[in-house]
């Protein structure tokens, strides 16, 4: 079993920044990937951003050049870094894990999610 939990969502201006966190629990014999997607009201679930144990990142391109993201491993963590905040990026943010567990090979896990509110 992994618990996810994210934190630092929030409420920002446009063009502000937020640091988003997610702390992976339980227990985790591997993690493979960390990653992001967010969901915004009404629409679909949405790809944002992942890592994998090699540090090697992806990006959805809309994304790409104003999000950062970093894991530590020695945490279990997961972090993103949102820079030039846009309204269309106002969304639930969700954390995902792809790990192994003492209960599951290689399963997907997911925080509870966290919002992100980019005022104009």
């Known amino acids: 079993q992994v618990q996810l939990v994210e934190s630092g969502g929030g409420l920002v201006q446009v063009g502000g920044s937020l640091r988003l966190s997610c702390a992976a629990s339980?227990?985790?014999?591997?993690?493979?990937?960390m990653g992001w997607y967010r969901q915004a009201p009404g629409k679909q679930r949405e790809y944002v951003a992942s890592i994998n144990s090699s540090d090697n990142k992806a990006f959805a391109d809309f994304v790409k050049g104003r999000f950062a993201i970093s894991r530590d491993n020695a945490k279990n963590t997961v972090n993103l870094q949102m820079n030039s905040l846009k309204p269309e990026d106002t969304a639930v943010y969700y954390c995902y894990a792809r790990a192994s567990s003492a209960i599951m090979s290689m399963g997907r896990y997911w925080g509870q999610g966290t919002q992100v509110t980019v005022s104009s």
């Open positions: 339980g227990s985790i014999l591997s993690i493979n990937v």
